[in-house]
């Protein structure tokens, strides 16, 4: 599910360094500048990085030869080169490292700068894999972190063994996009079942009212809502009216979720079974509306004629945030849930807890968020949980520290239900889990301090006689929650209760709740008292392999008695068992028929077709491929392109071309950017008729490890979002059915060029000013020499190319590309949206 791999980080080179005598006066943080440098990505020819770590005083006391230590975050495997010597490196916890000083360093004068080479395991891709968060402690201050805002991370330059997206194998990838006029696309998104357009058109202005009977009302509400940012005026709902008029009526037969909309010259009609049908009309008729209109406010709006009949091909359709890495403020996840809503997307994953954050207030349990959902420097957790991804020491770091009050998951839960937005909240358990421990191991302390011992220990979710070892995928050796304790299903009873409290108050639907399940490592629970009494005492645990069922067994048979059915990841419903000498995952016979529902992300290293396994076994599927879906990955191979790359990475096709039932027919590269062979999947196991009945739905998830601000996520969220959207919705592309593969591809490419017309064109602009206005990414132009003059294209027609000779960055004021340039010499270029945002440049020698 998130694997985050010991990838490559820095190295520190040997620089110029110079050593003065230590002062009595200590230079501050904000004194002392940290450069990190990528210097081999294969380094000695091994799977290995070299990297350097420069620090530079700009203080005027030097910096001491001992008496203190600098954290940060990265990979574990973050070291001294060998023949460094001058310093060492420990693991904290996580991804919190501390570089010391041994009695071979030297202080650091005034002006003085000193370069430490680093290794460390992987490789390196993009900047995001860098150490970051430093902060300096001394010594005789260890309570204390002050953060050093002086850092500094340096262009990738010339790195070894390594092959960065190149803009000639963009320009080669655009090559087959089609320019499509913008008034030859669906002027509807997603692709529409049924869509025709007549010859008449519709004039819209806010004098037009909406006609709509009470169980439609709230739709109708939100629909004006949206008219008034673009009319100026909110245009009148009202329950009967005649002549032109937004009429929202109901139709029987139809199914729950679709609609009919005609736009004729006479008015506007959406027609539907449920209010739901209806939501999603009032969504088309939305994006139906030109996008330059959302720039300025209109006396008046054409639309163009439509006869549109429309149903969604899977009724789960699904986005997962996770603010527990990184937070994101509420205001921020109203604006997602709209942006789903536009999209017709209408389940919301909640992933509230992880390690490295609590974000849901339990009143019950105000530990849950008072420590588990604060980060900052710590010595042991009892305040606060120590920094992650860097969110250095204060606690007052709005990524790293936050939480949503009773209140505001109540606001966020109606949101989500007037917009028709089912919220699925998960409790990442047994594993990923650090944060609920350590908060009740605060409260454990605060109540035996009271001397309330029994009250004290209600909630526990360790053992505090474990003595077992072990550390996570992301290298936590505390984060996996005891199964054996009743105090753990005290705990859980008590959280599932309150919160269901609050689906209550907010008159919210909620069918399942989501107990993540993944990623619990090797040697968990092996020494604990509390284990090894249970598998004395209950004949149906027999060694801790046993505790996985006995506890979603138990977790199980909870959520049913609140009618309820349990959610998770892969691993709640797969057991190991020896397969030709090794250990392998097969789906679990025991659950297969309990209506558990699991969203399979493995879909590599020979999981390739686990959710295919899984859905012929009985489980109810969500494909939410890593290779696919993950939408934190990295959009390209490129040293300053942002976002994690252990499951390769996802531009905006990769969403597009997958097949729901036939995945790995459209598997086109590996983990590394690199085209794969197709033929080593023919063996694989395929869905069978009742397997294909059990795949619900698609998902999306957006892991938040490398996300420390909105702009950032809605970076990585857009436009990728919307070919899960196009995905989720529209029915299978004839492109994805041709069995002849020349055939196919011609297809492919041609909806491919109709797609991202309609994203550059239609949705692109349109999502410049909705909502506020989204920071979505805008792509890298392609560009090769031939002939003697540089061509260019674009990923996103509607989007513009400019460029400059001189060797300058491009602006809105350079010339913009319309064909071939003749000029010798460095030709950079840069793609731009309406509103003037840019992309990165690209260079390009034309020789």
Known sequence: MKYLLSVAFCSISTFTSCFAQVDNQKPEA????????????????????????????????????????????????????????????????????????????????SGASQSIEFTSAGRLVNFSQAPDGFYLVWDDNPEVGVPVKNTVKKPAGSVSNDSFVSPETIYNKNRNIQDIPAEKLTKVFPTPAQYSETNQTFTLTAAVPIVAENAFRSEADILATHLATILGKQPAVQSSGKGKVICLQKKKGLQPEAYELQVSSNGIIIAASTPAGIFYGTQSLITLLPPAALATTQKAVSLPGVDITDAPRFGHRAFMLDVARNFQPKQQVLKILDLMALYKLNVFHFHLNDDEGWRLEIPALPELTQVGGKRGHTLNDKKNLVPSYASGPNVSNTAGSGFYSKADFIEILQYAKARHIRVIPEIETPGHARAAIKAMDARYERLMQEGKKQEAEQYLLRDLNDQSAYRSVQHWKDNVIDVSLPSTYDFLETVVDEMLQMYKMAGAPIETIHFGGDEVPSGVWEKSPSVQALIKNDPSVNNTGDLWFYYFGKVNKMVKARNLYLSGWEEIGLRKEKQNGRTVYVPNPDFADENFHVDVWNNLWGAEDLAYKMANAGYKVVLTNVTNFYLDLAYQKDYDEPGLFWGGFLD??????????????????????????????????????????????????????????????E?????????????????????????????????YNQAWSDFVNTLGKRELPRLTYYAGGFNYRIPTPGAKVEDGKVQANVQLPGLTVRYTTDGTEPTTKSKEYTGPISAKGSIKLKVFDVKGRSGRAVTIDNK
């Open 30 to 109: 904000q004194e002392l500048q940290v450069t990190w440098e990528l210097l081999d990505n294969y380094y000695q020819n091994k799977n290995q990085t070299l990297s350097a770590v420069t620090l530079t005083n700009t203080g005027k006391a030097a910096l001491p030869a001992k008496g203190w230590s600098l954290y940060f975050n990265a990979s574990p495997s973050f070291k001294p080169k060998e023949t460094a010597g001058a310093v060492k490196v420990e693991h904290v916890n996580g991804d919190l490292l501390r570089l010391v000083p041994t009695e071979k360093f030297e202080s650091i004068a």
């Open 652 to 713: 905006v096709d990769k969403p597009f071309y997958f097949i729901p039932f036939d995945y790995t027919k459209n598997f086109k590269e590996d983990t590394n950017g690199d085209p794969v062979d197709r033929s080593k999947f023919k063996n694989l196991q395929k869905l069978t008729v009742f397997g294909k009945s059990n795949i619900v739905g698609l998902q999306g998830p957006l892991w938040s490890e490398k996300i420390t601000s909105p702009e950032r996520m």
């Open 715 to 747: 970076y990585m969220l857009l436009p990728k979002l919307l070919g899960l959207a196009e995905r989720a919705w529209a029915k299978d592309p004839a492109w994805a059915t041709e069995p002849d593969e020349a055939k196919s591809v011609k297809l």
